[in-house]
């Protein structure tokens, strides 16, 4: 309840506010206050909690992914600047990846295999493929990057218990191809 009084010396109506006498009525929130406050508090926490992660074996296999992808864009960049042949050696049985460079003594080589990027026991390396039908299906493949820019043109076939996918290493790109699926090259 609202009283408007009107001071003496002055023409400005001012208004004062009555207390309301107590009734049940008007002492809770409303079911919509409610619904906007949980649907508040819902938002920021979908933002504030942090994703939970993903099973282990996705995040092997995305690990790897991601090792193989930056290592052979690392790898011909390191090449061009170098000056230097660099290779990436890919364990098919030891499930290893490994890098050397042509000016390694035979025990820095030794070292690099020994701290070789190891694969978790789901992935497998099935082949690595090179042009004209040329598969290594055991053992160990190489693939050369050169201090002129270029590569070998390859595709790395791995596997887990899931799904397939390949590389594809191109001579003159910098990017390299990942396919969710066994591929070969286009002929």
Known sequence: MRLFLLKRNSNILRSRTLPMPFSGAGNGFTLIEIAVVILLISIMLLVAVPRLPDSPLTDQTRKTKRWVILKVQDLKERAVRDQKTYTLHVGID??????????????????????????????????????????????????????????????????????????????????????????????
Do not use: C
């Open 94 to 187: 030891s499930k290893q990846l490994w890098v050397t460079s042509d000016d390694m003594s035979d025990e820095s080589k030794e070292l690099a295999e020994k701290n070789a990027f190891k694969l978790d026991e789901d992935l497998k390396v099935l082949d690595v493929e090179y042009p004209g039908d040329q598969k290594v299906e055991s053992g160990r493949a190489d693939i050369l990057f050169f201090a002129k820019g270029y590569s070998d043109r390859a595709i790395i076939h791995m596997s887990n218990s899931d799904a397939r996918f390949s590389f594809q290493i191109e001579p003159f790109l910098s990017n390299v191809k990942l396919y969710d699926a066994y591929t070969g090259f286009e002929e």
